[in-house]
């Protein structure tokens, strides 16, 4: 399994030496969320910062963005990086579409589709001069030379997509070259849903489910210590509070034999309860998601939970602490010998 860290964007001037000491921890690379700030422009930095460091978008926002322009800013990164680069893509949620990027939102999961391939068939323009998509949603078929990046040299970046329903996974099995699983990931729902949907697709479109990355966030509790693991510990209850108020993901919890639990979130969420909101997530729900180990024991638990599940492993809580964050590294390395 390759490793990377999750992280959201810093300021650009934070961003080089991130980068460099996660190059030097061991870590395979770096997975960029966009929340206030942009995922690309982390990327690009840390591109020149450590070269040689695997570098993705995990997920930029797509919608937002005409499939050209994702493409282009794709394409300059995987130059940037010697084909080191891959695209994430997601379609976010109606709300923060709508009312925050002011775009439309209907029917995300055909559009999205559409989306990976019209973002695939401006790569091919780049390289070829002949652009030709005519989808649902997009149509694109002009470009000269004077508008094209132009060939480079290093394969077309992998395109991947964050899905949680049945419906987004076999759509990812589909168009895509690897899927973004929810942090609310519980094996048993990687079993359930992620593993056959994703086959479904690709065997709907001729491909081999091997062809697909799964690209899973852990959250982890680790130390060891009971005070050491019990900050982590908090940390995980508010993560997986502020995930759990989406209704579309409510089924995760359902299946798992904690039904009802993103409703009383959603309760307390609208009361403006921050701290009811984490109250709700028990030590129950947290054995189910979470990996909680020692420091010497971590890298076997992750091996015993997602070997020939996850093919990256993005750990969701290891950057903070220096000495954390490089012991973090050194379980990288054992998980990627």
Same mark, same amino acid.
């Given at each position: 399994?390759?490793?990377? *860290? ?58 937002? $963005?005409?499939?050209?322009?994702? #493409? ?11 084909? =080191? ?25 055909? $559009? ?23 989808? +649902? ?10 508008? %094209? ?6 394969? &077309?970046? =992998?395109? &991947? ?17 690897? *899927?973004? *699983?929810?942090?609310?990931? +519980? ?22 489910? %091997? ?10 509790? *680790? ?15 508010? %993560? ?23 409703? $009383?979130?959603?309760?307390?969420? =609208? #009361?403006? &309860? ?8 028990? &030590? ?47 379980? #990288? ?5």
């Amino acid at each position: 399994m390759h490793i990377d *860290v999750m992280m959201t964007p810093q300021p650009l001037g934070r961003i080089g030496e991130l980068a460099r000491q996660t190059q030097a921890a061991g870590f395979s690379g770096m997975l960029f969320t966009e929340t206030g700030r942009t995922a690309y422009l982390n990327a690009a930095v840390a591109s020149q910062a450590a070269p040689g460091l695997e570098l993705s978008t995990g997920v930029a926002v797509a919608f937002p $963005r005409s499939p050209f322009v994702t #493409a282009a800013t794709a394409w300059e990164l995987q130059e940037a990086t010697g084909g =080191k680069f891959r695209l994430g893509l997601g379609t976010q949620v109606r709300t923060h579409v709508v009312r925050r990027y002011g775009v439309e939102f209907e029917r995300p999961g055909p $559009r999205l589709r559409d989306y990976v391939r019209a973002v695939k068939a401006c790569f091919a323009a780049f390289r070829t001069g002949k652009l030709d998509h005519h989808g +649902e949603f997009y149509n694109l078929d002009f470009i000269t030379p004077q508008w %094209s990046a132009g060939p480079i040299d290093a394969p &077309d970046p =992998k395109v &991947d997509v964050a899905a949680v329903n049945p419906w987004m996974l076999r759509m990812a099995g589909e168009v895509a070259d690897g *899927v973004h *699983v929810h942090p609310l990931g +519980e094996p048993g729902y990687l079993a359930r849903h992620v593993l056959p949907s994703i086959a479904a697709g690709a065997e709907k479109a001729g491909r081999s489910p %091997s062809d697909l990355d799964v690209i899973v966030p852990v959250l982890t509790i *680790v130390g060891d210590s009971d005070e050491e693991r019990e900050k982590d510990r908090q940390l995980v209850r508010s %993560s997986m509070a502020f995930y759990s108020s989406t209704p579309n993901y409510s089924f995760i919890w359902d299946e798992a034999g904690f039904e009802g639990t993103t409703a $009383r979130i959603r309760e307390k969420q =609208k #009361a403006g &309860d921050f701290a009811g909101m984490a109250a709700q997530i028990t &030590d129950e729900h947290i054995a189910t998601l979470a990996t909680e180990s020692t420091w010497d024991g971590l890298a076997q638990a992750l091996t015993d939970k997602y070997e020939g599940i996850a093919t990256r492993l993005a750990l969701y809580n290891a950057v903070g602490d220096q000495e954390r964050f490089e012991r973090y590294g050194e379980v #990288a390395r054992q998980l990627q010998r």
